[in-house]
């Protein structure tokens, strides 16, 4: 997955198009990033007691985020500041890295 934790990225279809957030949680198994601020949705949850799960948790509606589909994120290069493809190159010392495709600048 060309996506890490802690990239800046910005949505491109679904109901939050066009808002940007940074990566929290990035699951390549499942192709799934979940981005703060990004696809909230509302949880009922029940009250547990004390003892139940490591301690008590209120009940209520909680607010969380959803994962969203890693097609539907596209990365912001930080050197040229626009949404863009990920491309890969080698380094001189044999390691790969990510680069933008419109600037040519390192991503890692």
Do not use: W
């Not at 493809?85 to 040519?104: D, M, N, P």
Request: glycine share 12%.
């Amino acid at each position: 997955m060309k996506i890490k934790v802690g990239d800046m990225v910005e949505v491109i279809s679904g109901n939050d198009r066009g808002f940007t957030g940074r990566v929290r949680i990035a699951s390549p198994r499942e192709d799934r990033v979940i981005v703060e601020g990004i696809s909230i949705v509302q949880k009922h949850q029940r009250p547990t007691p004390s003892g139940a799960r490591g301690g008590q948790t209120e009940g209520g509606i909680i607010e969380l985020e959803a994962p969203v589909h890693v097609s539907n994120v596209m990365l912001i290069c930080p050197a040229c500041d626009q949404r863009t493809r990920v491309g890969y190159t080698f380094l001189e010392s044999g390691e790969k890295a990510r680069v933008c495709k419109k600037c040519g600048a390192a991503l890692d």
